[in-house]
């Protein structure tokens, strides 16, 4: 099983909403990415979890709180964002340097 | 610091034209070369991959040559189908440093029939 799922695949969400995007992979890896993309743009790194503890947080607003449960499952929590924040949320998974598996992605749109 | 340069596009192509997107790299060591390719309304995925000087990443018929003399790493493709229509990312990793992968901006490719 070479997959990364996440759940869910759009997302609506209100500015004064909570919400948690979910990612999964049973393939495993020791490290576990979020990113951000943004259209016409490259990924950008968000977060990296490896063997479950947080290794980089690339400065990124408090309103975006990462959570690792354990090795096959990481979340991204979501409070008060911005209209700005809209974006495809990425998840992947690597044991090997570079070698990063995408999942789908989840839409997200704040209105 | 580590970056990657690469042709913008958008690169417009008939079915069987031949495909060269240009990619140029700066890295603080030796770093691992990577293409990934996203389709529409999907995630990234691994192309091809090259992780030392004149290694030749190659699949679905597209070849890269990790250059260390001129720094480059560019992907080819002899004859493109309609469906190699894509966002194709160069990228790089520099083993023993952070675990970022850093990307160029990518380029979109459209082939049409």
């Known amino acids: 099983d070479t997959e990364v799922t996440q759940t869910p695949k759009h997302l609506v969400m209100g500015m004064t909403n909570k919400k948690s995007l979910k990612c999964e992979q049973h393939?495993?890896?020791?490290?576990m990415y979020w990113y951000k993309q943004k259209a016409k743009k490259p990924p950008e790194l968000m977060f990296v979890?490896?063997?479950?503890?947080?290794?980089i947080n690339e400065s990124v607003p408090s309103r975006f709180s990462p959570e690792c449960p354990n090795s096959s499952l990481l979340n991204l929590h979501l409070h008060a964002l911005q209209p700005e924040d809209s974006a495809l949320y990425l998840c992947a998974s690597s044991q090997d340097w570079g070698r990063l598996y995408f999942g789908p992605g989840t839409r997200l749109l704040v209105l | 610091g580590n970056s990657v340069t690469q042709m913008e596009g958008p690169v417009t192509l008939s079915e069987e034209a031949f495909l060269t997107i240009n990619c140029t790299y700066t890295a603080t060591g030796y770093p691992s070369l990577f293409w990934y390719v996203q389709y529409p309304g999907e995630g990234l995925q691994l192309l091809l991959k090259a992780t030392k000087a004149d290694d030749k990443g190659s699949n679905k018929g597209f070849e890269a040559t990790y250059r260390k003399e001129t720094t480059s790493f560019h992907l080819e493709k002899g004859s493109v189908q309609v469906s190699d229509s894509a966002v194709y990312f160069c990228?790089?990793?520099?083993?023993?440093?952070?675990?970022?992968?850093?990307f160029g901006k990518g380029t979109k490719l459209t082939v049409n029939p």
């Open positions: 393939m495993g890896h020791r490290a």
């Open positions: 990228a790089l990793s520099v083993q023993g440093g952070s675990e970022k992968l850093v």
């Open positions: 979890y490896s063997y479950e503890k947080l290794s």
